[in-house]
């Protein structure tokens, strides 16, 4: 199981965020995730397209992947 950051960007865009990014609000308006759990066989790209879809909870920025993947 691996661990991808990801950052939504206040405009909206999901990335990739460095792997030694913190979690949370950034200084500016973007909020870095760590998406937690994720199986060997799954790319950045479909975490990243999971992602879009999800509504994440307020000031919850560690997601585990099954929540994406429903």
């Known amino acids: 199981m691996a661990s991808i ?3 939504k960007a206040g ?8 792997r ?4 949370g609000p950034t200084s500016g ?3 870095v995730y760590e ?3 994720v199986p ?5 790209d ?3 397209a999971a992602f879009k879809t999800y509504k994440p909870v ?12 429903k």
Do not use: F, P, R, T
Request: no cysteine; glycine share 4%; charged share 20%.
């Open 20 to 23: 030694n990014a913190d979690v």
């Open 35 to 37: 998406v937690q759990n």
């Open 58 to 69: 307020d000031k919850v920025y560690e997601i585990d992947w099954s929540a994406l993947s």
């Open 46 to 48: 479909d975490v990243i």
């Open 11 to 18: 405009e909206g865009l999901v990335s990739q965020a460095h």
């Open 40 to 44: 060997s066989g799954v790319s950045v």
């Open 5 to 7: 950051m990801i950052k």
């Open 29 to 31: 308006s973007s909020v």
